[in-house]
């Protein structure tokens, strides 16, 4: 009985001392209890600063990871719309660095040819290019291989001779035969600014050059061309062409090119229609609609920009 006894005491004791705890004024636990009950309350709010700032604590990394996701998922609208914004300077810079790429053809921007000059009478500028003769004294034929079935006619090449001497000339003509990829022949007048005539073939590098100029780009089309079948030519462009495009029936359709540098549409659609040309920089340029006048050079106010 002494046991039993003396557990009921002590049993008593505690439970006076409990209650008497609890009935104290300004109890300290209670206070301690509010608190962390406060700090639970603003968990979440809490929580919201660690998904801002993910590596600002490691325990939060995968809560903070659905946050983040969705952090990102809200920007990506206002990236898009300044995409969208931005969009026909992206979209040229785009066709620039593809244009470089992918638009021109054995003749690229930024690379250095090398080959023999010679020359011939070249006739005023007229030649396979069907450029018609003029004061243009300063041109050449293009090897068939980089002559590229009419892809260099209009280009303008910066020829170097060993001596130091240069010379720029537009292509005009092909270079058939003999002439050896890398191998110009030159004008006349072009070749006397790098050696003399009794040299007769002189080895050279040369390069693509964009030059200045005043001139802006022509349209002809070609004799015979009507509604029913035509041949479209650009005539002074500052860059290599690399397409000719059409609009027929409300969209752009690429015409093939002939290596005597007309662009055929042989069943005469987009013929008298608007013209987009565009060099191997990925310039574009529009001509409004021009009247089918076979074999009249008609004037625009267009030209690529400078390279």
């Not at 250095?112 to 300063?138: K, S, W």
């Not at 040299?199 to 089309?221: E, F, H, K, M, Q």
């Not at 062409?241 to 662009?263: C, D, H, I, K, M």
């Amino acid at each position: 009985m002494s046991k039993r006894w003396l557990f009921l005491s002590a049993a008593a004791v505690l439970i006076v001392v409990s209650l008497a705890l609890v009935l104290l004024p300004g109890d300290k636990s209670g206070e301690d209890v509010k608190t962390e009950a406060g700090h639970a309350s603003t968990a979440p709010a809490a929580t919201g600063s660690a998904t801002n700032s993910p590596s600002a604590t490691g325990t939060s990394t995968a809560s903070a990871s659905p946050s983040a996701h969705a952090t990102d998922a809200s920007k990506k609208p206002s990236a898009t719309a300044s995409a969208h914004s931005a969009g026909p300077s992206a979209t040229k810079a785009r066709q620039q660095a593809a244009g470089t790429a992918s638009l021109a053809g054995r003749i690229r921007p930024g690379v250095t040819y090398r080959g023999v000059a010679t020359f011939y009478d070249a006739d005023g500028g007229a030649g396979a290019c069907l450029y018609d003769p003029g004061d243009e004294v300063l041109t050449g034929a293009m090897n068939t291989a980089d002559y590229e079935s009419s892809k260099a006619c209009g280009a303008y090449v910066l020829v170097h001779a060993a001596g130091g001497a240069t010379v720029t000339v537009r292509i005009t003509n092909e270079c058939p035969g003999d002439c050896a990829p890398g191998q110009i022949d030159l004008s006349a007048q072009a070749f006397a600014k790098l050696a003399s005539p009794s040299a007769g073939r002189i080895p050279i590098t040369w390069n693509l050059v964009s030059p200045s100029t005043s001139d802006t780009i022509s349209i002809r089309y070609k004799t015979g061309s009507s509604r029913y079948w035509c041949g479209i030519q650009a005539i002074g462009h500052r860059n290599p062409l690399a397409r000719l495009e059409v609009l027929a029936g409300g969209t752009w359709r690429q015409l093939p090119r002939a290596s005597y540098n007309y662009f055929l549409s042989e069943s005469g659609s987009g013929c008298g229609g608007s013209i987009r040309l565009t060099d191997i920089y990925g310039e574009q340029l529009t001509v409004p609609a021009l009247a089918v006048r076979p074999d009249v050079v008609q004037a625009t106010r267009l030209q690529f920009a400078k390279h």
